[in-house]
């Protein structure tokens, strides 16, 4: 086959002259479309803006690193694995030259160069307006979200926001480039996102009117809220955190538990989801790390054999995490659900005695052994390269708490009581609302900070948490994250970041470390 394409190649340059094809010979895959041939359609537009998506489910992303990164480099997580790059990662040690950084930024910038080819081409097609809105805000949503991670892992890292024309635009610089320039464009393609969403995709009218699981207003609002937190601005955060709990689109689902379950029938029901990376128990024969999709995806999620005590086991829970969780019992005298939705440990008094649909003692652990459960599947022994549980970006109980430590940090404590007191409520907790209205700042923040960890726990938002109230930058905090996890022993300064990974240095000549580098 190849043979007869290389003849009626050499057949067209000698019909129409030597001088139409010596510049240079223009190879074309058969199996895919190019964007002068594609982007014609309102069902090519979806298409491209899907694509987006799946960039979600791969391993530089949600699949797996981008939740080993946040948990790993917290005190919740320590990490016992053979794989040098994670023990690195989660001990602050890993050099540049590990070529393994090259995964969680290349997830990114698929996701960063998918986004800014739907932007340039979706607004050329004759399509319905409505529709085309929609896909753009969710192009913009993306990219914001593939920078927002990108710049808080690695920093000055280059902002890419077309796609490459040729010559020096191969080569992208990051020279210069500081967080808050980021910081800058993300805001920008949010507040665009938020002019472009719907609230929810039940009104619309096109093929994407009832689906679950597109950006929305409410996402956009809520990372954009994220990222002013992020940089001390709680005034302008808690306003669109306000927005979306006044919205009324979102609520906290009756049961956390089902949160981390692989039924698609309970997640997509969860009023409490704002924005999340879907992932599915189906077995198809190849897995989802990267590189093109096609039907044959598994799209599992990997952190469970990751985090799974009964299968790779890379990372186990502190002892901190699992003494946190059990500082207050619920008004009924028992522990937090979310205690056991987070850990796995023998709890007979509370019906708790199997580990992988297996007998805790027939499976070799002791009463006082413990373990994550999480994301993982230790209460069924389900497959664990099968794994659909959907992993949460954005849920409505962390938007509560990140409103009420905005609502604490201007002056109204009171009133920032209150929300905490609404995710307590979950999980049967005694009501202290009265009690944490009359804390000083300081300690209504000390409060927050255990709400959020009962909350939210291997979430992969611990470490921002950890970063932003300044944690590493106090010698004293810094001594007790260190009794927390030994893993701090071996923090410096300059490993707030992930180093750049040598590989992109050497390729691109443009390109300059950080301060991890």
Known sequence: MKLKHFKIGLMVCFLFGINACHDELDIVDPNRLSNESFYENADQAVAAVDAIYNALIIDGMYQ?????????????????SPWVFLTGLSNFTVPGTDAALEIFWAGHYIMVSRANQALENIPNIEMDEGL??????????????AYFNLTNVHENV???????KGGDSYYPSNEGVTRDMVYSQVKSDLETAIGLLPLNYNSVEGPDQGQFGRATQGAAQSLLGKVFLFEGNYSEAGRYFEA??????YALGDNYFDLFTQDPGLENSNPGKIFWADFTTSTAAEFNWGGDPNVNWRQFLAITPTYSQGDFYDFYATEFLYNEMREELTVDGTLDPRYHATILSYEPDEGYTTAYGVDWFERGYT??????????????????????????IIRYADVL???????????????AAGYVQQVRNRANLPDREAEFAALSLDDFMDQLEHERIMELAIEGHRWWDILRWGKLDDAAELAELQSHDFEFNTFAANRKVMPIAQTELDRNPNLVGNSAN
């Open 64 to 80: 797996r690193m981008t939740p080993v990164y946040n948990d790993g480099r917290s005190d919740e997580l320590s990490c016992r």
């Open 132 to 145: 085309r809105n929609r896909l753009l805000g969710q192009a913009y949503f993306l990219r914001a979200l």
């Open 158 to 164: 280059p902002l890419i926001l077309e796609t490459p």
């Open 244 to 249: 979306v709990i006044n919205s009324n689109e």
């Open 367 to 392: 009463e006082t052994d413990f373990f994550i459960k999480k994301y993982t599947n230790a209460a069924t022994g389900s497959d664990a390269f099968a794994s659909g549980f959907d992993y949460h």
């Open 401 to 415: 708490l990140m409103y009420a430590e905005c609502l604490a940090n201007t002056g109204d404590v009171a009133g």
